[in-house]
């Protein structure tokens, strides 16, 4: 009996360890800002050679990081990688960049890096679908303004959008958090960098977007108003309201039905 339990163990052991998603740790030199940028690229298990896959970027909160993301924030995206297919890749966007190109810090350029030279460092070393329409952009927080800015920025290099609880109106908070120090003191300036003030070009994006908060967050007020814009403008959205704070739980549950959507959009465009 013992070696019949020995031998049963060696049977199992490839099939349960060897299909798991792995994680790299990769620095992508960033030209834009003369700097390499940490990422993390979390790849699905290859089933059969020659396998391509679509992929996801995720952007953190304010004050956050790619291994926070992976221990707390999401923590069921390596999961989530080998359930659905999808590599998702995790850029180090700074403690506050709120991922702009600054004109005022040279070195944060970051809707440069992620919307275009990250995106060609991973179709090139990685086994992507490098298509726009296999190609997708999430975040929450500070991450979810990232996520539909760059995405309007950079319309052809992403085909669907997805905000958690997102800053989507930075406007009231500039001094708050640092916003100030990346746009410049000049108020009339700050709209140029400010999701609500840019919803108007969803109008000709032809992007899926998906749209979430927690009705105890305290930037559901602004999420409502970008839902109310985008229906008054006809830009087809899904935008869900949940029981959350804006915490870990709730974006860990909300990332969930995010990439469920992702993958559907995915599948439709194969």
């Known amino acids: 009996m013992k070696h019949s339990i ?24 960033s030209t834009a800002m003369n700097k390499p940028i940490r990422t993390l690229v979390v790849s699905p298990a290859q089933k059969k050679a020659g396998q391509r896959f679509p992929t996801v970027y995720v952007l953190h909160g304010y004050s956050g990081n790619p291994d926070r993301t992976l ?53 090139q070393h990685y086994p992507t679908t490098a298509s726009r329409d296999q190609r997708g952009l999430m975040g929450w927080s500070m991450g979810g303004h990232g996520a539909l800015y760059i995405g309007l ?17 930075f406007t009231p908070f500039v001094m708050d958090f640092g916003i100030d120090k990346l746009v410049g003191a000049d108020s009339t300036k700050w709209k140029y960098y400010n999701v609500l003030d840019n919803a108007r070009y969803f109008v000709f994006s032809q992007q899926q977007l998906i749209i979430g ?37 709730y974006w860990s549950k909300a990332a969930q039905y995010q990439v469920l959507f992702f993958n559907f959009f995915f599948k439709s465009k194969q």
């Not at 049977?11 to 790299?24: G, W």
């Not at 190109?101 to 460092?121: A, D």
Request: aromatic content about 12%; hydrophobic content about 40%.
């Open 153 to 169: 920025k950079q319309s052809s290099n992403f085909g669907v959008l997805g905000s958690i609880c997102g800053a989507v109106d």
């Open 71 to 123: 221990k707390e924030d999401i923590p069921a995206l390596p999961e989530m990688a080998d359930q659905y297919g999808i590599i998702f890749i995790l850029p180090d966007g700074g403690y506050d960049s709120w991922y702009i190109n600054s004109p005022v810090k040279k070195n944060s350029m970051y809707e440069t890096f992620i919307g275009q030279e990250l995106v060609s460092y991973i179709d």
């Open 213 to 249: 908060c927690g009705t105890a967050d305290p930037f559901l007020p602004y999420n409502r108003r970008l839902h109310e814009y985008l229906d008054q403008q006809h830009v087809a959205h899904t935008y869900i309201e949940q029981e959350g704070a804006h915490d870990h739980a």
């Open 6 to 29: 020995i031998m049963l163990w060696v049977l199992l052991a490839p099939v349960l360890f060897v299909k798991a998603a792995t994680v790299d740790t990769v620095a992508v030199f």
